[in-house]
């Protein structure tokens, strides 16, 4: 028993060790990343090259998408990080490998996105080909951050509690500036359209339109939004009865 206990114990100090090193190294990935550059508070780094030009472009219009959102604090700093290699993106994905990004905070307010074209603006898919239509690399990045606001708003416990549609709905608002098509979206809800089921289409669409609703036609503030959230398929309900 004892022996049995020693290895117990010496697995669970390896465990931690591990654990540790994987939080450190997400809270500091810059030595895994040798390109880099800046734009005011924003910090974009790449483990591949790129033009610093592109990169203060694409850092702009994700910019423009914190500013436009209700949740921003003027000069909060925020670092990009595009995994290009794939080792690094099983390290720094660990479960969520093969998600367009990610992001740990409260651990850290870095976010992670997967490979991407910073010249031409672009994240690119599982194929090697780029994501097409608005979700473009400052969209990635910003739906990314996104959640870093929220969660700085309400708080980490209160975050932790949104209901999925809130929490993804919100960050691809942010992610879209608010350019959402809602009746071109209420049309696939009523038809229940595959473009509207995240399992099926691995999209938000259904979501960033129930936000879209709230604020845009009900008028909603998005700290109204978060904390009062209402029901899913109540909200659902108002865009269905509408003609």
Do not use: C
Not at 39 to 68: H, M
Not at 188 to 209: F, M, N, Q, T
Request: no cysteine; net charge positive.
């Amino acid at each position: 028993m004892k022996a049995l206990r020693r290895a117990a114990l010496i697995f669970l100090g390896v465990a931690l060790a591990a654990a540790a090193s994987l939080a450190a190294i997400i809270a500091h990935p810059q030595p895994l990343f040798g390109f880099h550059a800046e734009n005011g508070p924003l910090e974009l780094w790449s483990d591949r090259p790129f033009d610093e030009a592109a990169g203060r472009r694409v850092l702009t219009g994700v910019q423009k998408r914190i500013d436009a959102s209700e949740l921003a604090r003027p000069g909060e700093h925020h670092s990009i990080f595009i995994v290009n290699e794939p080792w690094k993106e099983r390290l720094l994905f660990l479960w969520s490998f093969g998600a367009g990004g990610l992001n740990y905070f409260p651990l850290t307010r870095n976010v992670f996105i997967r490979a991407a074209d910073v010249g031409r603006g672009v994240v690119l898919g599982p194929s090697g080909q780029p994501v097409a239509g608005q979700r473009t690399l400052a969209y990635f990045a910003a739906h990314e951050i996104a959640h870093t606001l929220t969660a700085e708003a309400i708080g980490v416990w209160a975050y932790a509690r949104l209901p999925t549609w809130v929490r993804e709905g919100v960050a691809d608002y942010i992610g879209l500036m608010g350019d959402v098509d809602i009746a071109r979206l209420s049309r696939l809800l009523k038809v229940e359209d595959r473009e509207l089921d995240p399992k099926k289409s691995g999209l938000y669409a259904r979501y960033r339109l129930l936000v879209a609703h709230l604020v845009k036609e009900k008028h909603w503030s998005m700290m109204r939004v978060l904390t009062e959230s209402p029901e899913q398929k109540s909200v659902e309900a108002e865009l269905l009865r509408k003609e």
